[in-house]
Nanobody
Framework: QVQLVESGGGLVQAGGSLRLSCAAS????????MGWFRQAPGKEREFVAA????????YYDNSVTGRFTISRDNAKNAVYLQMNSLKPEDTAVYYC?????????????????WGQGTQVTVSP
């Protein structure tokens, strides 16, 4: 069992930056594919970014490419999402997810564990 706890959300003006963190429990974190998803009010949850087990492979939704960077530190059992040039449309609850398989995927169904989410609000 893996527990995921997100942090780093908050209120920021458009054009600003935030760095989200996700702390994972468990001794096998380095074998998990990790991802970030988000859910805006009234919308379905959507993929943001994913990273492979070594951190060498990353995959982004087109809406965040060039602005967001996903990274991980296996020694700290943590994954991060650096968000720059934030836009009001980035406002959402951001979720960290872990897959037991060593994948890089944008599909929710590929992930086995989810955090509770952290709110990101971007004002105009």
């Amino acid at each position: 069992q893996v527990q995921l706890v997100e942090s780093g959300g908050g209120l920021v003006q458009a054009g600003g930056s935030l760095r989200l963190s996700c702390a994972a429990s468990g001794r096998t974190f380095s074998s998990y594919g990790m991802g970030w998803f988000r859910q805006a009010p009234g919308k379905e949850r959507e993929f943001v970014a994913a990273i492979g087990v070594s951190g060498g492979s990353a995959y982004y939704d087109n809406s965040v490419t060039g602005r967001f960077t996903i990274s991980r530190d296996n020694a700290k059992n943590a994954v991060y999402l650096q968000m720059n040039s934030l836009k009001p449309e980035d406002t959402a609850v951001y979720y960290c997810a872990a897959a037991k398989a060593p994948i890089v995927s944008g599909l929710e169904g590929h992930y086995d564990y989810w955090g509770q989410g952290t709110q990101v609000t971007v004002s105009p």
